[in-house]
Each structure stands twice: as C-alpha cells, then as structure tokens.
C-alpha cells in the first residue's frame, strides 16, 4: 500500500498511525466490531469504511443460525442489551455472498469464528485460511448468546482448557494471524489472556458483552426474547478497560481493547491502558460513521500532544 | 447519504400524548414512501443511547412530519426539543407500503400511534387511485384522549370509525369489530358473498394483537393485507439483526426487509 505523506506546504507533523498485529499491518488502530457492522454492505451507505484499520465481520458458524427469539435488542441505561444469537448466514454464505463484496474493499478483513466443539472451529479456521482479504482469525470464545457443547461453562472462554485446546489446535491449522476474543465475565481475565498466550495466538481481543438482563415491570416478563443477553455501550467502558489495563500488564501480544467506545476521548483511554487497536461497537449503531469521527479525534489528540507515533500512546498510562 | 441534520420548523402537540413534529426535508432524497421512517437521535446524551423510528405522517415538498406518542425517555426528550432544533437524521429507511394496485376499497385500521403512517398512505391513495368514498379508516385507542388524526382523515374524504377500550368515545371494545361489521356490511345480503378478489385491500399499523386479529378477520374473507410492523432497533440499517420478525421464510428484518410486509407472510 501507498504510504500517505502529507502534502507538500502543510505543516503538519507526520503521524504514524500503523499499529501491528501479529502478521497484520493496519494503517491507522480503529476497527469494526464484530457483530455490529454485518459484512460492510450495509454501514457503508454512511461510512468511508476503507478509511478504517480493518472490519471484523459478523461470527460465522459452520452452519445457518437463525437467531434468538425477539425481541433481541433492548435500551439499557447508557447501553444496549442484545441477544442475537450469532444469527449468520454460515460458512457456505460467507464463501459465496459475503467474500465477494469484503473482495473488493481496500482494508484487511479480520473473519470471526464461533463454533460448537473443537471441529467446527478447525473447519471454519480452515475455509476462511482460504480467502485473500481475510488477513485475521477472530476466535468468537465468549458470545454469551449460544449454549456450547464443548464446555460444561456457560462460556468457552470461561474454561482455560478449553481456550488452551481451541487455540493451540487452530495455530496449527492456520498461519494467519489468530485472536480469540475473550469475555470479562471471568473470575481472572488475566490467566485466560495468558493461557491464550501461551497456546501460540498473536492478540487477543477483548472485552465481548457482560451477561446481563432487564424485566418489563408492566408485563412483569425479561425484556428479551431470549430472556438475557449481553450488555455494551458506554456502560461497560470503566469495566472494559480494567480489562484492558489488566490483560496488558500480564502478556506480551497485543491487546485489541473494545467496550463502550463512543468517541475519541474512550478510544484514547484504551489505548493509554494498553490497546494496540481499538474496536468500535455499539457506537456504530448510534451513529454509522462514529468510527471515522474516532480516528480523526486520535489524530488531533496526537498532533495537539506532539506525538509522533501512536506506539508510543499504547499502555503509556502508568500506575 | 441517508444521514442529515434535519432543522425543526416545528413541534406541537395535538392530545395529551401526542406530538407532531415537522423538519425540512432532506434535500437529496427525491423520493419518500408511506410507510418508510426516519431514525432520529433525540439527544447528544446516553439516556437514551439508540436512536428511535419514526414512520413518516406526511410527506411535502419543503418538509417532513412524524407524529408521535410520549411512552418513555426518548419520546418524552423528544417532546421537549423546540424549533430550530437540529436533529440527527437517517432516512428515509426500510420499504414502504405496496400502493400501487388498485383497490376499488381501502381499509385503513390504525391502533394507538399506528395511524401515523396510515395518513401519508391515504394522502398517496386520494382520488383517483380510490374512488372518493371508497376510504375507510379504522382508528383504536385505549381513551378518547388518544384518538388522533381522525378529522384530518374525513378532510380527506374518508370515512372514519372509532373505537375505545373504555368506551369514551365511539365504539367501546376493539376495532377490529368495527372493521368485521363494515367487511360483512359490504357483502352480498343474500348469498353472503363478498366482491371478488382484487375489490378491497387492508393497510394496517398498530399493537401486534391489533394486527393479528385483523388478519383473522382478513383471512377468512380473503382480504389482502398490508401491515407495518415495530420491533426494537438498534442499527436501523440491516447490519445488527435486532430487529427480526418471524416470517414463513424464516427471519426477516422489519428495519431493511420492512416495516411493511405482506400479512400472509408473517408467522403469528
Ligand atoms: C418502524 C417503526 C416505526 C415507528 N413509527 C412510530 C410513529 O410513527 N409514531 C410513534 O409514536 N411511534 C413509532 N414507533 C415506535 C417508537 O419508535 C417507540 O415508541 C419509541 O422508540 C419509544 O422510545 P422511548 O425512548 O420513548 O420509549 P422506551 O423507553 O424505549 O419504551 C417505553 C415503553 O414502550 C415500550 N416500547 C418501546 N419501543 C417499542 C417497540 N418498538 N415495540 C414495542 N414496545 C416498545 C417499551 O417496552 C417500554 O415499556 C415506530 C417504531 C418502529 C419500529
Ligand atoms: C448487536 C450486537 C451483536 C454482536 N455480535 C457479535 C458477534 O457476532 N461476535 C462477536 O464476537 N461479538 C459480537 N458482539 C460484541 C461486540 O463485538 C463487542 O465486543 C461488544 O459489543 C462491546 O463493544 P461495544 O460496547 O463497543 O459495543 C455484538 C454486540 C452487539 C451489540
Ligand atoms: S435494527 Fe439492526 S438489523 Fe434492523
């Protein structure tokens, strides 16, 4: 790719936004969460997406889900309450409908994966391995919408050996960059980050949605359909970025921080607390191109701080 | 780019509980359809975070109206916002309703706030698309307080009926008992036949248990219908799957696939 050099006359200090991720380079840290930007069809109606570090795409299991019962989504007080249910399309539509179109945009594609036991992971990892654009692995080990058979937790990430397993199997099936996604819903993020590590991954993402719910008092019934689900938005920003804060401080790969993002102040306190990139979320709901308006805030963050390279941001605050 | 910040030209109120609310139109979107809505951002704050649709009432050439009912935290920040007031716009979204097939009949059946968009379809079907007097709207409401839009219904030319829960105004119980009589009322007396296929189409918008008991009604007759749906959103667009609604053909989404979707089609 081209490298972008400001043009001749500004005097703007150049600003080296690439952050690495494993094998993968981003031009600048700002990604597409998973769950909440589809395949890029649609959001990019109203957002510049190929301005952007990379899209996550939606978690694609190895056969169709329809989904969780409605209702799915709910207002939650400074946040939102889903339970989609990882409702995709499956791999067969992901090769066929979806890789067409993330064909052709200019920015890496990171493809989410979620499976039931340790096969369907090696499955999934193997097909998308395949495709040009999909420059990363995901690893879904923590929606909280799905029962998993191959663990008796009610979350895979809640259960080191299974991480352990999940990760180091999939290290050997591909060579493309793997980032299992955890879930703060652990007694010690930090031993599972390191467990993750320790089975061969190249980041880690975190945090997916808290387990949560909400009562409709008038009908004295759960809010959602599928009666609880997973809670994000800027509520859960302070929880997240312990999350953060905690994981950096115990492993040595990057961390990809999320939870809450809604504008450049949050992504900046992410990055202070150790993210190497950033995810944005729910913000994407609330208003289609609040990733874009984010990296533009982290460049006038750096240019007004002087600072040259966005490295030097990442896990600079200190205790 | 269906994201725009729409001026507020004004905000008033019409009952107790009900507001209309007229912006400037967009200035690139040549074409808007009744039932489409606007996903409007209240407030800059958190509370509430996501933004809410809204159908469109009424369609001009300068501006837009919404009306809508005060039920919670964004409805009632809503209510407050003054002229001159920029909001966060998207829009129009979803697919509107099919009025392109020519009905020698139309009945428009609108519970509680569910006659918004039935006023911009009925504006779309004045004459000659339905032969003058050959509209009819059904209107419900818990109280005689939330009964809206019922006169500017009749300055259209239609025939508007009214029931409440309580009785204070019209007929006391549902509407769909109004819809039943005038349904029977137009058939054939002797034989108990109705007009053919084709004679009469039903729009309607309002409570899920409102809508399925239209359809019964509609069904046994062999009625057409078109219905627009709500489900909570959170993306607006088709990307977050919050807002599906069950259908023959499986999950569909009432923010891209609809609002407005064939009865026929929906699982109840
Ligand atoms: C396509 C579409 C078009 C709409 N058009 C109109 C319109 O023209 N005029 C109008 O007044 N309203 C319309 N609505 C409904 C409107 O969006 C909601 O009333 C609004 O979002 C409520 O926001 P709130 O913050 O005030 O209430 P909240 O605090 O979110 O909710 C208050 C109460 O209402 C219930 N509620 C809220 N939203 C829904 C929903 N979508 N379905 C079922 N129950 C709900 C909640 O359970 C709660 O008890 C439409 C909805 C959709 C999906
Ligand atoms: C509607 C919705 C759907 C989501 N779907 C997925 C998903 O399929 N896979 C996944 O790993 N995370 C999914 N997530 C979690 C987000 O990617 C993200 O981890 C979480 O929402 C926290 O970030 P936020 O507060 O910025 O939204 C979903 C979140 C929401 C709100
Ligand atoms: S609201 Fe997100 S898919 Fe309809």
């Known amino acids: 790719m081209v490298k972008k050099r400001p043009r001749r006359g500004t005097t703007r200090v150049p600003q080296k936004l690439k952050v690495k991720i494993g094998k993968l380079e981003l031009e600048n840290p700002v990604i597409l969460a998973s769950g909440t930007a589809g395949f890029g069809r649609e959001i990019r109606e109203f957002l510049d997406i190929e301005r952007l570090g990379a ?31 990882l409702a995709n399309g499956g791999i067969k539509d992901f090769m066929f409908e979806q890789v067409p179109f993330l064909e052709s945009l200019r920015i890496p594609v990171i493809a989410s994966i979620s499976g039931d036991i340790l096969d369907e992971f090696i499955k999934l990892a193997e097909e998308v391995s395949r495709v040009g654009c999909v420059r990363a692995i995901e690893v879904n080990l923590s929606c909280p919408n799905v029962i998993h058979k191959g663990t008796r937790l009610p979350l895979l990430a809640q259960d080191r050996t299974a991480v352990e397993k999940i990760v180091s199997t999939l290290r050997k099936t591909t060579e493309k960059t793997l980032i299992p996604k955890l879930s703060p819903n652990v007694t010690d993020i930090k031993e599972i980050a390191k467990a993750a590590e320790g089975a061969g991954c190249d980041a880690v993402s975190l945090v997916n949605t808290y387990p949560a719910m909400l009562v409709d008092i008038h009908t004295m019934r759960p809010r ?10 800027p509520c859960i920003k302070p929880l997240a970025l312990k999350c953060v804060w905690d994981v950096h401080s115990a492993i040595d790969v990057p961390v990809i921080g999320m939870g ?49 390279d966005i490295m030097d941001l990442v896990g600079a605050a200190k205790a | 780019m269906k994201q725009f910040k729409a001026k507020i030209i004004s905000n008033r109120k019409i009952a107790p509980e009900h507001y209309i609310l007229s912006f400037k139109r967009p200035e690139k979107e040549r074409r808007i359809e009744p039932g489409q809505f606007f996903y409007v951002k209240i407030s800059d704050s958190y509370r509430p975070l996501l933004r809410k649709p809204f159908s469109v009432h009424k369609i001009s050439g300068y501006s837009i109206e919404i009306l809508y009912k005060t039920i919670g935290e964004g409805t009632r920040a809503l209510s407050k916002r003054k002229k001159g007031d920029i909001l966060d716009m998207m829009g129009p979204l979803g697919k509107g309703f099919d009025a392109v097939r020519r009905h020698k009949k139309v009945m428009l059946v609108g519970g509680g706030h569910g006659v918004a968009p039935l006023y911009a379809l009925a504006k779309q079907l004045e004459y000659p698309a339905v032969p003058a007097g050959r509209l009819s709207i059904f209107i419900g409401a ?20 009214i029931a409440t829960d309580d009785g204070t105004r019209g007929h006391k119980g549902f509407v769909t008992d109004l819809l039943t009589r005038k349904i029977l009322g137009s058939r054939d007396k002797d034989t108990g036949e109705g007009r053919g296929k084709g004679h009469t189409a039903i729009y309607a918008c309002g409570p899920k248990e409102m809508l399925k008991s239209v359809w019964k009604v509609a069904r046994r007759y062999g009625i057409p ?7 909570y959103m959170a993306c607006g667009i088709g990307t977050c799957l919050g807002c599906a609604v069950k259908t ?9 696939d609809g609002p407005v979707f064939d009865a026929k089609e929906i699982v109840w």
């Not at chain 1, 607390?273 to 984010?294: E, H, K």
């Not at chain 2, 219908?225 to 489900?231: T, V």
């Open chain 1, 55 to 85: 899209i996550v795409t939606k978690t694609i299991t190895l056969h169709k889900k329809e989904g969780n019962p409605p209702p799915r989504v709910v207002e939650a007080p400074w946040g939102l309450l889903n339970s989609i249910g």
């Open chain 1, 224 to 233: 959602l359909g599928n009666v609880c689900g997973g809670l994000s938005g």
């Open chain 1, 260 to 308: 809450g993002i809604m504008d450049a102040d949050d992504a900046i306190e992410f990055i202070l607390c150790g993210s190497s990139a950033v995810q944005v979320g729910t913000a994407n709901f609330v208003n289609p191109s609040a990733s874009l308006g984010i990296l533009e805030g982290i460049e006038q963050y750096m240019a007004k701080k002087g600072i040259a």
């Open chain 2, 142 to 161: 818990r109280t005689k307080d939330h009964i809206v839009c019922d006169k500017k219904f009749r300055r259209l030319g239609a025939r508007v009926y």
């Open chain 2, 225 to 231: 219908c078109q219905f627009s749906l709500e489900e």
């Open chain 2, 248 to 256: 023959q053909s499986g999950y569909k989404l009432v923010c891209k």
